[in-house]
């Protein structure tokens, strides 16, 4: 990745497992994004977060390494989410139990995926590839950038001016 640009950006729960389903676990990789773009370290233009991944559509700025940002961002939220389940589940966290030297629990699949969208159409395309679809974006509209919505059952939508 490179900073600056935009990508459509997979991330799974190791094994597909289904532990973002709720929305205090949603919530926990919400508050980190929104963290992000108070800093100036990122812009998020859509994201949807499934039970067992999330897509989002975002840009890296300029002064940041977007491998950092990423690695880091995982980073703090597999804590995150270690402790809601070592507090609220324990009963789920041996399912994240691994046999690594540097870890005992892993939260994220190794390898997210991220793919540059370097046209409009091929923008439109992956919109429509998230699960709300295009139809989605065009009727909802922004009041002011930075609005964060609620949309279905599993989907939580940010739209900036940008994309609408």
């Not at 699949?109 to 989605?136: C, H, S």
């Amino acid at each position: 990745m490179e900073s600056g640009k935009l990508y459509f950006f997979t991330a799974t729960i190791l094994n597909w497992q289904h532990l973002l389903a709720t929305d205090e676990c949603k919530q926990i990789i919400i508050d980190e994004w929104k963290r992000l773009i108070k800093l100036h370290r990122i812009t998020l233009y859509a994201f949807v977060i499934m039970p067992n991944h999330y897509h989002i559509i975002w840009s890296v700025s300029e002064k940041y390494n977007p491998e950092d940002i990423q690695r880091d961002f995982h980073k703090w939220t597999a804590k995150q989410l270690i402790a809601l389940l070592k507090t609220n589940r324990p009963q789920e966290l041996s399912r994240f139990h691994v046999d690594a030297p540097d870890r005992a629990f892993q939260i994220w699949e190794r390898n997210p995926l991220p793919v540059e969208l370097y046209t409009e159409e091929f923008i439109w395309q992956k919109l429509e590839y998230l699960p709300t679809g295009r139809q989605a974006f065009t009727t909802t509209r922004v009041r002011r950038s930075g609005d964060w919505y609620r949309c279905l059952s599993c989907t939580f939508i940010l739209l900036p001016g940008i994309i609408c």
